[in-house]
């Protein structure tokens, strides 16, 4: 009940000093994507959703993309949805990026960052390994070189 | 150059170099927000972003004016261990004076702290330029201007074009933190 409660609070967009952490309810999200089309992740049907807050002046992102890009390829059809949330303000500064640094996954645009805020997001970039059941199972923040192997094992026990 | 006008430009170099009591209850912003700004920017700016106008992470902003919880977080989360080493107690507390004033510069500290200070002398309160190397305010009331080069800080008496030498920039930044600017 507390764990809801939390979560409630955070979809609310309320409390929005509580980060989400492990064991904690995705927060619903209904952003607009590449061609501004408004994707709901609550109507999203997938085995695991890795979500990646990104910005066009993070450093560390330019190292995750590719990453992103590999795993959305190897894990496709065991249900893996890679979604790469962008929170720059002007659109440019995205598109700017995207164009050295190639996605192989969905991008979306939170620009005035309500959802970094209901995630509690702290620095770029911040993912979050959720499960078919909506439920956050792993967080990372920063990009090191440790993470890439650290994240897709858990990926596996996800998917097993 | 008469007299009068020579006494007035000493006088004044005179007045903005005595030594003041400090204000008690100022709130004290113990560092450079110059060298804040660039420590910040080599440092943390690659995850956070650069403030003020980045407001998507308002979280970074607990860190205005309170170089312990800096410390303290570098110290106890994993995704900023990289940094203990790395940055200096001098360096913690720039870092949390730059989050504190994101938008001015130790100049402008200075120059609202002369303001604030000498009101008959720095008078009407005025907005910061540059113009030949100086960063400066000019004071329509008096025909003043002071400002900064080099490190150094500088008076000019527009009406005698005497140039007075206040001396360094950085023991007059300590003077206005001191009175919590």
Known sequence: MKRFSISLLAALGIGSAHAVTTGDAMPHMALPDAKGKVQDLGALHAKAIYVDFWASWCTPCRKSFPFMSDLQRRYADRGLVVLAINVDAERKDADDFLAHYPAGFTVLFDGKGGT???????????SYLIGADGVVRNVHMGFREETPAAIEAELETLLK | MP?????????????FS?????????????????????????????????PPNNLILPIVMNGANNPTLISNTIRSN???????????????????????KPTTTDSDRIFDWGQATYPTLLTPAATSGSASGYYYRYYSGT????????????????????????????????????AGF
């Open chain 2, 143 to 178: 025909n003043f201007y002071v400002g900064t080069k080099a490190g150094s800080l500088y008076l000019l008496d527009g009406s005698t074009g005497a140039l007075s030498n206040l001396g360094a920039v950085s023991t007059w930044l300590n003077s206005a933190i001191n």
């Open chain 2, 78 to 100: 994993p995704s900023m261990e990289f940094l203990q080493g790395s940055l200096s107690q001098t360096d913690i507390n720039n870092i949390a004076v730059y989050l504190a």
């Open chain 2, 18 to 50: 005595a030594v003041l009591p400090t204000l008690a209850s100022a709130v004290i912003y113990n560092g450079s927000v110059d060298a804040g700004r660039v420590t910040f920017a080599s440092n943390c700016a690659s995850c956070h972003g650069t």
């Open chain 2, 3 to 15: 007299c009068k006008t020579i006494y007035r430009s000493l006088a004044a170099a005179a007045l």
């Open chain 1, 116 to 126: 970094a805020s209901q995630f509690g997001v702290k620095g770029m970039p911040s």
